[in-house]
């Protein structure tokens, strides 16, 4: 790892404490450009909490989050969004009674030019942008075989698909960090196989870095580069998925001593 | 035939509206001097629009935005009060003597303009606070404001808890300012109609572009919409802003067809048609997040009312069930109870009535619905 590269993420002894319960702290982790790294650890540990930290949901009360080396403390989601963060839910967050097309246009949102009167007015400005954009998340779509469902009310989707639309949703956004929050969760074998599959053509498509919080271990240790583990807030190992297979502390964690 | 189906739709919408407004020129032409026309029919079609407008507004911020509202009639009293004492100003001024020509023209679109823009900074200003909170303490709030907008015009000296005909505005809106009367609101219908065809429009175009999107995202997930990069503290602000925008011209338009003002008539809890309960009853009845079904909605609930003051019918009711038409407000209620026991969505729900997909894929859009409930249903067996 050559570490004169800017990371795309960088947290500086990020921490947090819910009135005198200190949640996260010490939270220091990089990530460069095309990379996939995993974020485990028992359930409570606090990794949604980062997550939501890295985000701009919760503001850190201690430490700070570069991203591209710019800091992002302070700032709203939307503006962390903006600044090339995107993420998905742990339980599955869509916009439910707009169609699977509308889901992703949503999240061109922050990208279009055209203003009130353009809307008002029907100027050939925005419907070309209309028609530009709906090609374009046609085509994102695609990427998740979708592109036949558009049309369809998203909570009509079964689960395995909304999941998919959750993460098309998020590349919609034309981000440079992903931060998929147990994106397996509820899925069957064949499912989860069939996300690896998009997971990797994502990272090959568009090179971008991708944070991953998940709890099926096969799928962690067969797409992650490196894993980071935490438990009650505190790293407790960083390093290979080898060597945290074998990490004494995070058999200890895991399974209790 | 034409391939475009955006262009297809506009221009069916088109000559459906023009040949509805060429049939009505005749009617208007044959009966409008007739007592029937000018007495109920006339003053019927300006309080349908205003309703429409108000209804369709009120759904930006409840059905499309999500956010439950109870002050709407608030924004309506400032602009009708807005209207009433700017033309009553001009009148004075020497602007315009009788009401007619391009001057009282000029004076009346001028009034329903600066009635919304009012009625849109105040939005603004309630908004900016108010959308801080969610839920039952939005709607707490909002029907805080409503209820302080009313009193703060109670108070003003030039405005007169009278009404402007006793208030210290010292003249009488029907002889000197807007208020129309039977005949001349015959003569100037064309201005309700145009008012509440570009108003419903602006509206449609609004929610139909990237606005719409954002506050449609707002509505059914905050967090989600927020993560997907929009500043929805914008977005609400703005809506909430844009519908008291039309609140307002709406309440410029009862101000044009009423020859007092009253602010009890705004109050939350008058008896009459106008309270930002019953507009609320209107929305929910035409389907939060169907503007066509506002529009709809507001029509039946004024025939509602109507019947229920001045229905020849009413008289043959058992004595038990007159005394309870005597309170319109709780008819409203068994209405607004009955929608939300077996239709919980509205009439249209979030649908939107086109003429374009009702003559040409009803078959296509039903055939859609059932291939999707089968797949949702066989989803569902296989987890």
């Known amino acids: 790892m050559s570490d004169e590269r800017t990371p795309i993420l960088e947290t500086r002894k990020l921490g947090i404490t819910f009135g005198g319960l200190v949640a996260v702290s010490d939270f220091n982790i990089k990530i460069f450009k095309g990379e996939l790294v995993g974020l485990i650890g028992p359930n409570g540990a606090g990794k949604t909490t980062v997550f939501n930290m890295l985000t701009g949901v919760y503001k850190p009360t201690e430490g700070s989050v570069l991203l591209d080396g710019q800091v992002l403390n302070g700032k709203k989601t939307h503006q962390f969004v903006a600044a090339g963060v995107a993420r998905t839910f742990q339980n599955i967050r869509l916009f439910k009674q707009m169609t699977v097309l509308e889901n992703v246009l949503v999240a061109f949102t922050k990208d279009i030019h055209y203003g009130m009167l353009d809307s008002l007015f029907r100027t050939p400005r925005y419907w070309k942008t209309e028609k530009e954009l709906k090609t374009k998340a046609l085509d994102l779509l695609s990427i998740f075989h979708l592109e036949d469902k558009a049309d369809y009310i998203a909570a009509n989707l079964p689960y395995g698909q909304q999941r998919k639309l959750e993460i098309a949703r998020a590349l919609a956004t034309d981000m440079k960090l992903l931060l998929l929050d147990e994106p397996a969760a509820g899925m069957n074998p064949t499912e989860t196989a069939e996300l690896l599959d998009c997971i990797n053509a994502i990272r090959n498509r568009f090179g971008i870095a991708i944070l991953l919080i998940e709890h099926d271990m096969s799928l962690v240790m067969n797409v992650c580069e490196r894993i980071q583990v935490i438990d009650y807030g505190v790293t407790i190992a960083k390093g290979l998925p080898e060597e945290i297979a074998k990490n004494p502390k995070v058999i200890a964690a895991y399974l209790g001593q | ?383």
Not at chain 2, 87 to 97: C, I, N
Not at chain 2, 163 to 181: C, D, I, T
């Open chain 2, 1 to 383: 035939m034409i391939k475009n189906r955006t262009l297809q739709g506009y221009i069916l919408n088109t000559l459906v509206i023009a040949v509805l407004l060429i049939v009505f020129s005749f009617v208007k032409e044959a009966f409008g001097k007739a007592g029937d026309f000018k007495l109920i029919i006339a003053p019927s079609i300006w309080q349908c629009c205003y309703l429409i407008i108000l209804a369709a507004s009120l759904n930006m911020t409840l059905g499309f935005l999500g956010q439950l509202s109870l002050g709407h009639c608030g924004f309506m009293a400032i602009g009708a009060y807005a209207a009433a004492l700017i033309s009553l100003a001009a009148e004075r001024a020497g602007v315009f003597s009788d009401k007619s020509g391009p001057a009282f023209i000029l004076v009346l679109v001028g009034c329903i303009l600066i009635a919304g823009v009012l009625a849109a900074i105040v939005g603004l200003l309630v908004g900016i606070p108010a959308l801080r909170l969610k839920g039952d303490y939005l709607a707490i709030i909002t029907l805080g404001f409503g209820m302080i907008i009313v009193n703060i015009i109670n108070n003003l000296p030039f405005a007169g808890q009278e009404g402007l005909a006793l208030g210290s505005a010292s003249a009488s809106l029907y002889k000197n300012g807007l208020g129309f009367g039977t005949a001349l609101k015959v003569t100037y219908i064309w201005v309700a109609l145009a008012v509440t065809m570009i108003s419903v429009a602006m509206m449609f175009m609004y929610v139909r572009s990237k606005y719409g999107r954002a506050i449609r995202a707002i509505r059914d997930d905050e967090i989600a919409a927020s993560a997907s990069g929009i500043n929805t503290a914008f977005y609400k602000v703005f809506t909430f802003a844009y519908s008291a925008f039309f609140a307002g011209v709406a309440g410029a338009l009862y101000a044009c067809s009423n020859a007092t003002l009253s602010t009890a008539s705004f109050a939350f809890a008058n008896g009459g048609i106008l309270n930002s309960t019953f507009v609320v009853v209107m929305v929910v009845l035409g389907g939060m997040g169907s503007l066509t079904g506002s529009i709809v909605a507001a029509i039946i609930m004024f025939i509602v009312n109507y019947q229920i003051k001045n229905g020849v019918w009413v008289k043959l009711l058992p004595l038990w069930l007159q005394n309870i038409f005597a309170f319109p407000m709780l008819v409203y209620a068994v209405i607004l109870i009955i929608v939300i026991m077996f239709r919980p969505k509205g009439i249209f729900g979030i649908y939107e009535l086109s003429l374009r997909n009702f003559f040409s894929d009803m078959k296509r859009q039903r055939q859609n619905r059932l291939a999707q409930k089968q797949e949702s249903k066989e989803a569902l067996n296989n987890e």
